[in-house]
Structure formats: structure tokens, C-alpha cells
């Protein structure tokens, strides 16, 4: 049947309705479907031939293939406690690089994230994991990672940002190789006095947004060529901008396209 999927500066469109994928039930190949239980990240590879899953109550990693239709097929779960995935507990969170070579989760029980490299089917293969306060492969002492909810990658594949959901309130720099590996490069502490909920990058690579929903705020910060990054600004639940606009509820993590950041 046909739905309404969207709804934008006064168009409406409508996709078909294809199926819904459930925990424990089959695809149409008749697979049976794991890892999609309290169901809260997803991501689609940049070759649009995968769509990857983080379930946080199965502490999982869901994998699926996609056909041209859009159709997904259940193909991988990798859950905590596997073998060499013994810091994935509670994921809340997954990103997929631009190259379309790694996918990386993170894990606020295990104050971790988890490294994969995608093979060319898909699949999934675990490279490392980078756990707070332990070190990295260059042997940096890693900060920030305490709680970590959301997960980010710059469109030029370079830098790898997370944000933590408590204690730390922290906005984590990482490097990042070909190969996906990351290297710690520092942490921006206290950006909020609530939970961060989610950290992005815009497409042009120059600005890095993380967004407050118990504090009803955007913070803005400028992206350097090497990574790193330098506080900007902060907007706030009816705050203006320069323009006069009077910006519309933060906690909605929704900026319409006439609002202007700067």
C-alpha cells in the first residue's frame, strides 16, 4: 500500500510500502532474523548494498544485504560476548565510513567503540576496540569514551568523532588510517551539563553539530583539515539567529531549511 514517508516545505511524497523486518521472525529468503530487539541505530553503506543494525537489548549488530528494490535480506548478527566482540554490550549507536571499508558502533556499557572492517559482500569482521581510559594502537591514553551514545564520520573519511551520554559529557577526536583503525587525538569535556544525544558532521566536512534534547540546545563547533575542532556557537529552544528567525524546538533534533545557523 502507499504511505506518507515524507513531508517537506510543501511536498508530499509517497514511497510503497515494501515489509518490516522483525526480531525473531523470517525475510523473504526465510532466514530467521536476529539482533534487531530495542532496535535504535541504523546505517546504509555508501554502495547502498547493506543496511546495518544496532540492537541495544540483543547487543547486537544486525547485518543485512539490499537489493536495487530496496528489499533487505538478513545476512549477520554479531552480538557482545562473541568471540572477539567482548566490548559491544548495550550498543547505542553505528556509522558506516565513506569508503564504505568500515563500520564502527559504540557501546555505552562497555564505555567502548567497536571497529569493523566490511568485506565486499558485506559482511563484517572485527579490526579493534578502543575502551575509555585504556590505550589505542599508538598507545595514547584514551578519554572520553565513558558512556558512549552516538558515533560520527567526516565525508573525507579522515576523523571519527563520538559523544558520551554522561559523566564526562565529552565530544572524543579520532583519527582515522585507510584501513579504519583510529587514533585517539583528544576530547572536548563538559560541552553539556545534560545527556548529549547525537553528534553529525556536515557534508562539506567543515562543521561538527552535537545536539542536547534535555537541554533544548545545538552546539556548532568549525572542523580543521586534521580534525580537529574550535567551539562556535550554541543555540538554544527560541533563541534567534542573525536573521531574526526564532528557532523551533531543539528537542526534536529538527532544523527547517530556513532557519540559519550562523
Known sequence: RDSVASRGLGDVYKRQFQNTLKDGETDSQDNSIDGLDGANSVTVSPDGQSVYVTGEDDDALAVFS??????????????????????????????????????????????????????????????????????????????????????????????????????????????????????????????????????????????VYVVNADDKSLIEFSRATDGSLSYLTRIEDSDTDVLGNTFSPVSYTHLRAHETLR
Do not use: C, W
Not at 77 to 99: Q, R
Not at 114 to 124: A, C, K, Y
Not at 157 to 170: H, L
Open 66 to 207: 539490499r537489493a536495487s528494490d530496496g528489499s533487505l535480506t538478513f545476512q549477520q548478527v554479531l552480538k557482545g560476548g562473541d568471540s572477539g566482540i567482548d566490548n559491544m554490550l548495550e550498543p547505542t549507536s553505528v556509522a558506516i565510513s565513506p569508503d564504505g571499508q568500515s563500520v564502527y558502533v559504540t557501546s555505552d556499557r562497555n564505555n567502548a567503540l567497536t571497529v569493523f572492517s566490511r568485506d565486499n559482500d558485506g559482511r563484517l569482521t572485527v579490526l579493534e576496540t578502543l575502551k575509555d581510559r585504556e590505550l589505542d594502537g599508538q598507545g595514547n591514553t584514551i578519554d572520553g569514551l565513558y558512556d558512549a551514545h552516538s558515533v560520527a564520520i567526516s565525508p573525507d573519511g579522515q576523523s571519527v568523532y563520538t559523544i558520551s551520554d554522561t559523566e564526562d559529557f565529552a565530544l572524543v577526536i579520532f583519527s582515522r588510517t585507510a584501513d579504519g583503525r583510529l587514533t585517539y587525538q583528544g576530547v572536548i569535556d563538559d560541552i553539556y551539563d545534560e545527556e548529549s544525544t547525537h553528534v553529525t558532521v556536515s557534508a562539506d566536512g567543515q562543521s
